[in-house]
């Protein structure tokens, strides 16, 4: 199975802040990489997919990169709204994967 | 409003079984790969199981294999999930989602597997 490793695990940030998220596969996936968003007690909100795709409805300030392995998802100005869990997940291989989860807290 | 309603969580001892359902609306069902999440008690997520738009594919993770059946019935608009022997360990909120490359998420049941 492709291991989702995402990091750090949490975060401390503050209103403005620009924030980044890394995400590496333990081996090649392309750009099958969807970011997700979640706040506690919610479902998940679908955020980016094929690494740098925003979902319909998904602000600007929400980006992502990477290919291969190495993938980041980028906050640029954090929202009192964006405080929440992040997860990213492989679909280029079965069983589909995600990672660890990645904290974002208020500072 | 397009959305996704799971239903069919509960309690269930160990070696029990539950089948759980999602009713698609606002959308046609038909159209789309649907997949079966779950996420245990204060830990991340852990994909289950994907069926293609005719249920003739259908893809799961090996430690529900042999266990858990991904089933849909277009016609009715509605997705399933039948889980036999169930563990302590498949104690989870379980959601559906819209898609192999996930764009919608239902709210999620609660299944709890407790003596």
Known sequence: DIQMTQSPSSLSASIGDRVTITCRASQGIRNSLAWFQQKPGKAPKSLIYATSTLQTGVPSRFSGTGSGTDFTLTITSLQPEDFATYYCQQYNTYPLTFGGGTKVEIE | ?115
């Open chain 2, 1 to 115: 409003e397009v959305q996704l309603l799971e239903s069919g969580g509960g309690l269930v001892q160990p070696g029990g079984s539950l089948r759980l359902s999602c009713a698609a609306s606002g959308f046609t069902l038909s159209t789309y790969w649907m997949t079966w999440v779950r996420q245990a008690p204060g830990k991340g997520l852990e994909w289950l199981a994907n069926i293609k738009q005719d249920g003739s594919q259908t893809y799961s993770v090996d430690s529900v294999k042999g266990r858990f059946t991904i089933s849909r019935d277009n016609a009715k608009n509605s997705l399933y999930l039948q889980m036999n022997s169930l563990r302590v360990e498949d104690t989870a909120l379980y959601y559906c989602a819209r898609s192999h490359v996930i764009d919608l998420w239902g709210q999620g049941t609660l299944v709890t597997v407790s003596t």
